[in-house]
């Protein structure tokens, strides 16, 4: 029997869990692109049916501005957090074995989610980063801040380097990847596989997903386990917990603000460029890779900032999804797939605009803020964080409303 337990609801950090709610709700705008239509629509927007014009170019650019890149961002400084909290340091055995129990289950809900329910998940990539990452639980914070910062600098490069030496690369591959991405040649057979039958459905998520899973390692990796890193920094500093002086908010909120300034800024260009390929290849979307990681600093002193003001009505529903994030991101996933795949749901793949698909997800936010705080008013955690908590502990635990909720 273990002594460890599952923190206490009441000595939770609201700060980490309107930070979590924030990010898990902002993650499903960026990734609706992909459960309403072709993969490759995420990558140009002039592709149909999510093509944007003067009239609904906002949408994209929300999407883009605010949430793109800097939501799984936020997400990932707060596993690397949670990974120290859950873990502690590598000297204490016991919830050393709590931490890889989690993980390992982790990766299974990971597995049967990428291949069953949405070839676009992230939790397979947590699990199998956070098995790498918990060796680091114990390093100093500067080291890890350092160290972290090293690894996303590496992946921003490994990011952006295709760009850099564009014309040293051969022009034939230049033209397979502007087939792949900005003319896909395969649209209408994707559509059609993601409006068939139950088993069409099934076999194209799986095969989509067994494509990226490879790419995905390979390109988020390192910057992953950076950011990771970064989060573990900032909670061992204070910082996300709200113990840093507010000056320190105020300065990481005033670069997070100029950082966001200059991906809108690039934003713009790249509309007025009309998303040329060649233009996108080289340095449209240099900014927001390189940037983000302030932006999501920023938006975290943001949240700081809040709960210390005591804004409520804007922190409470936002902590409320932040504490089910997991049963909310599977949520999302069934909800969308239900609407836009055969097989499933209603089959409307390929069929909706990007303001409609941006409608649907406010739709989608609007009901998790409103579900989450009733659910949590009458239960200790959510349905998937009392399984997965459950699993990680390796004993029976209660989700009712005295019980423990979830670390």
Not at 14 to 20: F, G, N, P
Not at 173 to 187: H, K, Q, R, S, T
Request: glycine letters at 8%; charged letters at 10%; a positive charge.
């Amino acid at each position: 029997m273990t002594d460890a337990a599952p923190v206490l609801t009441e000595s939770r950090i609201k700060s980490l869990d309107v930070m979590r709610g924030f990010a898990v709700l902002g993650i499903l705008i960026v990734n609706a692109a992909f459960f309403a239509a072709p993969w490759q629509t995420s990558q140009n927007p002039l592709l149909e049916p999510l093509a944007v014009d003067a009239s609904s170019v906002w949408s994209w650019f929300l999407m883009h501005v605010f949430f793109e890149f800097k939501c799984i961002t936020l997400f990932s400084l707060l596993f690397g957090a949670s990974i120290f909290l859950v873990g502690g340091e590598r000297s204490n055995t016991e919830r050393g074995a709590i931490l890889r129990r989690r993980l390992f289950w982790l990766l299974i809900f990971g597995l049967i989610h990428a291949t069953l329910i949405w070839y676009g998940d992230i939790l397979v990539t947590y699990a199998l980063t956070g098995f790498l990452v918990m060796f680091a639980r114990s390093w100093r914070a500067l080291t890890l801040f350092i160290v972290g910062a090293i690894l996303v600098a590496f992946s921003v490069f490994m990011q952006t380097a295709a760009g850099l030496f564009y014309e040293y690369i051969p022009r034939e591959a230049v033209d397979e990847i502007y087939a792949m991405l900005w003319a896909p040649a395969n649209i209408d057979e994707i559509t059609a596989a993601f409006r068939g039958d139950l088993l069409q459905v099934t076999v194209q998520n799986a095969t989509t997903w067994s494509e990226f899973i490879i790419n995905a390692l390979i390109g988020l990796l390192f910057r992953t386990a950076g950011v990771m890193m970064i989060g573990m920094a900032l909670l061992k500093w204070g910082f996300l917990s709200g113990r840093a002086p507010v000056w320190v908010y105020g300065l990481t909120l005033a670069i997070g603000a100029s950082a966001l300034a200059v991906v809108g800024y690039q934003a713009w260009l790249n509309w007025q460029a009309q998303f040329d390929f060649t233009h996108m290849f080289t340095r449209g979307n240099v900014a927001n890779v390189a940037l983000s990681i302030f932006i999501s600093i920023g938006y975290a002193s943001l949240f700081v900032l809040l709960v210390k003001a005591g804004a409520r009505f804007l922190t409470e529903p936002l902590a409320a999804v932040g504490r089910m994030a997991f049963t909310n991101y599977i949520t999302q996933s069934i909800i969308m797939t239900t609407i836009f795949w055969g097989g499933r749901g209603f089959g409307l793949f390929g069929e909706v605009d990007r303001p409609t698909l941006t409608a649907i997800v406010f739709g989608v936010w609007a009901l998790q803020l409103i579900w989450s705080p009733l659910w949590l008013s009458r239960f200790s955690m959510g349905p998937l964080e009392w399984l997965w908590r459950r699993l990680s502990y390796a004993r029976p635990l209660s989700i009712a409303k005295t019980a423990p909720a979830a670390g």
